[in-house]
């Protein structure tokens, strides 16, 4: 293929952040949009210059001039959306969270395996050039061993019963929505904790408005998270090693840099270059692993996304956090 054709199922503000980063891949292209009305597909064809519009997800799904497509529905639609396009003959780029609980994660990626389908969660942070850097780097010892993770990301909105956030029914809530970026973070650096202890406040609506984990390891490492919709923090990470520790900074989450505190060595500002929104990092890999003929990506494997599901769905039942759906 000379370009990956790609497709956007879905037409609100996370599948316009993913259109313009699609700008900055050389080889890609937006052929095609698909949404529950013709009105919203052609208003969002026209804005980003995609050349054909689809009125259903159904008809994007089997568009045989689409190779792949991103799922930038709400979180309570991304089973359902995500097998209609395998199944439908397309490879799939699935929003984060994957899929509301773990069960869902299951059924979404043994439908990859059954039509041989290409399937990757968009934790698009695993695929930034920082983070790329960080994980080098602690691969190579540059802080010694991880002692302690502290992460959050926090927001403040306004309450809102008919927002999506403040949904059940969506899947709303900090956890899924923002949550899933310092747990995912805790993982990939420490794996799976051997205890965690949590505490979280439920609105009105009845959805985790704030909240707190701290996971415990055997080895005496912690991590420490914090998400919240209902107040702003100050956005940076940090790793601390046994010789050393990595300040990420401001929207540690994207496209960002970072500071390296080594023992006996002077503190380096590190800024790996970057190009783009951001968006197109997890679009290049997905092209990439399409390319190589694989049905997972090893940078946000099945495996590590199932395990964030599960922490996730471990969580919410300490809290007694349940969907509608579920």
Not at 34 to 50: I, L, Y
Not at 132 to 155: H, N, P, S, T, W
């Amino acid at each position: 293929m000379e370009k990956i054709r790609w497709g956007i199922l879905g037409t609100g503000r996370i599948a316009g952040d993913f259109a313009r980063g699609l700008t900055a891949v050389d080889d890609a292209e937006l052929v095609a949009v698909g949404s529950r009305t013709a009105e919203s597909a052609n208003t969002f064809a026209d804005k980003f210059s995609v050349p054909t519009r689809h009125a259903s997800y159904e008809a994007l799904a089997t568009d045989p001039n689409v190779d792949i497509v991103y799922v930038a529905t709400p979180h309570s639609l991304h089973k359902e959306n995500t097998i209609l396009c395998l199944e439908g003959g397309r490879a799939v780029l699935c929003e984060k969270p994957f899929a509301i609980n773990t069960g869902e994660a299951e059924e979404m990626i043994a439908a990859s395996r059954r039509t041989g389908r290409f399937l990757m969660e968009a934790m698009w942070t695993h695929c930034l050039p920082h983070m790329q850097e960080i994980a080098r780097l602690i691969a190579d010892g540059a802080i010694g061993d991880i002692q302690v993770i502290q992460a959050d990301f926090c927001f403040r909105s306004k309450v809102n019963p008919a927002s999506r956030l403040y949904r059940p029914e969506l899947g709303g809530g900090a956890l899924l929505d923002v949550g899933v970026y310092p747990v995912a973070l805790a993982y990939r650096f420490l794996g799976q904790p051997d205890a965690v202890r949590t505490w979280a406040h439920l609105g009105v609506t009845g959805v985790d408005e704030n909240a707190g984990m701290i996971f415990g390891y055997n080895s005496g490492a912690l991590a420490m998270m914090t998400t919240s919709v209902r107040a702003n923090t100050h956005h940076t990470a940090r790793i601390s090693g046994s010789a050393g520790e990595i300040i990420i900074h401001d929207h540690w989450w994207g496209p960002s840099s970072f500071t390296l505190r080594r023992d006996g060595h002077d503190a380096q500002e590190i800024h790996p270059e970057s190009v783009g929104n951001g968006w197109n990092y997890e679009a290049i890999e997905a092209g990439r692993c399409l390319r190589a003929g694989l049905t997972e990506s090893p940078v946000v494997p099945h495996a590590d996304t199932l395990a964030v599901m599960r922490l996730l769905d471990g969580l919410r039942a300490e809290w007694g956090l349940r969907y509608p759906m579920e």
